[in-house]
C-alpha cells in the first residue's frame, strides 16, 4: 500500500495495527454535525508547500546543520584529544566524550517529544541554543577530562537533542506528498555541517588554537540557530493535555512500530563505527595524518547527495524500501570494502565516498519513517521512543569498539563487528515493511 493509498484509511484497519496512518489532522463525524458511526478518519491537510511551508524547512536545516551536523565531526575531536590533552587517556575511555554527545542527543527523546507535542518547539529550540552553544564556549575553555564530558559530552548534547527533534516533528504537519524530499532537503544540513565543521576545525586548530576553534564554532552555531528560532513553527497548536496510557502504551503493541524500534538499536551499533574510527583508521594504514580528517568531509559531503536522493526515492518508491536498500548497502560496503581495502589508500578514500552516499537515509529517512506508521498526536512521543532506542547503542558503541581495538589490536574485528550489526539491523527494519505489504517486490511502503 502507498502512502497515497493511506489518506483516507481509517488508522485500525492497515494491517490490523491500531492508529497507524500517514497522514495529519483528524476529521470525525462528529464534528461534522454527524452522529459518530465509528472511529476517527484521518485525512491529509499538509499545504506540501508555500513560503511558511519551506521556511520551516529552512529552519530545520540549520538545526540539522548544528545537530547531526556537529556530531558528524566528532572523528576529528576524537583524533585530536588522542594525540593532544587527552593523549595519557586511552582510546576507548576518549571515546565516551563523542558518546555522551549521541546518548544525550538520542535519551532525552520522549522527554523533548512530549514537551514537543504538549507546548510546540519554539521553547525547545530556545532552550536548546542555550544548552549548545554554552556547552560549546566552555568546552572552548575546558583542559581536562571531565571538563570536557561535562560540556561537550551532556551540556551541548542536551541542547542538541532540544533543536533536531522538535525541528524534525514540525515537517510532518506541512508536507505529504513531498515529505520524503523535505526531509532529505533537512538533512543535508547535517552532511554540510559534517563537511564544514571537520575541515575548519582541521585549518583553525593549528592556526589560533583549540579554544578559539571551539568558539568560532560557537558562534556560527548561534547564528544559524537564530535563523531556527525565527521561522520553525508547528502548523497545528500544540496539545497542553497529556497522551492517554492508552496512546502511550499503543507502539509496544504494534508490530511494525516494534520492528523499527528494534531495528534502529541494533543499526545504531553499526552506523557510527566508520564515522567515529575512519580517520584513526586511515592513520594507521598509512595516509597522511594532515589528510586523515578530510576523509570525514568526504564522508559526509557524499551523504548530502544521499540524503537528497533517498529522500527524493522515498517519495516515489516508499520510505521503508528506500532505507532497506540504502542500509543494506551500507553493510555490504563495510563487509565487502572497508575490510578487502584496509590498508589501500584509494580504497579507504573510496569506501568513504560510498558509505557516505548510501549511509545518508540513516539520517534523512528518521522521521519519514516514524510519521509512516504513526498518528500525529503522538508523532512526537514516539520519534522520542525510537531515539531512545538508539541511545544505548549510541552511548556504548565508540567505548566498545576501542575495547575491541585494545584487547584484538585488529581493525578487521571492528569492521566485522560494524557490518554485522548494520546487515541485522537493517533485516528488522525491512520486517516493518513485510508485516504491513508482505513479501511483493512491488509494494510501496
Avoid at 154 to 174: E, H, R, T, Y
Wanted: aromatic letters at 12%.
Amino acid at each position: 500500500m502507498s502512502s497515497t493509498d493511506s489518506d483516507t484509511v481509517k488508522p485500525e484497519e492497515r494491517s490490523g495495527a491500531p492508529g497507524l496512518s500517514d497522514n495529519e489532522g483528524i476529521i470525525s463525524e462528529l464534528e461534522k454535525g454527524e452522529a459518530p458511526q465509528g472511529p476517527p478518519v484521518w485525512v491529509n491537510d499538509a499545504p506540501d508547500g508555500g513560503v511558511v511551508a519551506w521556511l520551516v524547512v529552512l529552519g530545520a536545516w540549520c538545526t540539522s546543520f548544528c545537530s547531526f551536523g556537529w556530531l558528524n565531526s566528532v572523528g576529528v575531536f576524537q583524533e585530536y584529544y588522542a594525540s593532544g590533552p587527552l593523549r595519557g587517556y586511552s582510546s576507548s575511555t576518549i571515546a565516551w566524550i563523542p558518546s555522551l554527545q549521541v546518548f544525550f542527543m538520542m535519551a532525552m527523546g520522549p522527554i523533548v517529544g512530549k514537551l514537543f507535542d504538549k507546548y510546540g518547539p519554539r521553547y525547545l529550540i530556545l532552550g536548546g541554543t542555550f544548552l549548545h552553544v554554552f556547552g560549546l564556549m566552555m568546552a572552548s575553555l575546558s583542559t581536562e577530562y571531565y571538563q570536557l564530558l561535562l560540556s561537550q559530552g551532556i551540556c551541548s548534547a542536551i541542547g542538541v537533542s532540544a533543536i533536531f527533534q522538535p525541528s524534525l516533528g514540525c515537517i510532518m504537519g506541512w508536507f505529504h506528498k513531498k515529505r520524503g524530499i523535505a526531509y532529505g532537503i533537512l538533512a543535508t544540513g547535517s552532511s554540510l555541517g559534517g563537511v564544514i565543521f571537520p575541515i575548519m576545525l582541521n585549518q583553525l586548530i593549528p592556526s589560533v588554537g583549540y579554544g578559539w576553534a571551539m568558539r568560532i564554532s560557537a558562534f556560527l552555531i548561534l547564528f544559524l540557530l537564530i535563523i531556527a528560532n525565527l521561522t520553525v513553527k508547528a502548523r497545528h497548536p500544540p496539545r497542553p493535555g497529556n497522551l492517554s496510557k492508552e496512546q502511550m502504551t499503543r507502539p509496544f503493541k504494534e508490530t511494525p512500530f516494534l520492528f523499527l524500534m528494534g531495528g534502529m538499536f541494533l543499526l545504531t551499533f553499526g552506523i557510527y563505527v566508520p564515522i567515529n574510527y575512519l580517520p584513526s583508521q586511515a592513520i594507521s594504514a598509512g595516509i597522511d595524518p594532515g589528510f586523515a580528517p578530510y576523509l570525514v568531509a568526504i564522508l559526509n559531503a557524499a551523504s548530502l547527495f544521499g540524503r537528497l536522493t533517498s529522500g527524493f526515492a522515498s517519495d516515489k518508491i516508499g520510505k521503508f524500501n528506500t532505507f532497506s536498500i540504502s542500509c543494506y548497502v551500507t553493510g555490504i560496503l563495510v563487509l565487502a570494502l572497508w575490510i578487502p581495502a584496509a590498508n589501500s589508500h584509494s580504497g579507504i578514500i573510496a569506501f568513504s565516498a560510498l558509505f557516505g552516499f548510501f549511509s545518508g537515509a540513516y539520517v534523512s529517512l528518521i522521521g519519514a519513517l516514524v510519521a509512516q506508521i504513526s498518528p500525529l498526536p503522538e508523532i512526537g512521543y514516539r520519534t522520542g521512543l525510537v531515539f531512545l532506542i538508539s541511545a544505548l547503542p549510541g552511548l556504548v558503541t565508540s567505548p566498545v569498539a576501542g575495547a575491541i581495538l585494545s584487547n584484538t589490536h585488529s581493525w578487521i574485528n571492528l569492521m566485522i563487528f560494524s557490518g554485522v550489526f548494520l546487515m541485522v539491523g537493517t533485516s528488522v527494519i525491512f520486517g516493518a515493511r513485510v508485516s504491513q505489504v508482505g513479501w511483493k517486490p512491488t509494494g510501496v511502503f
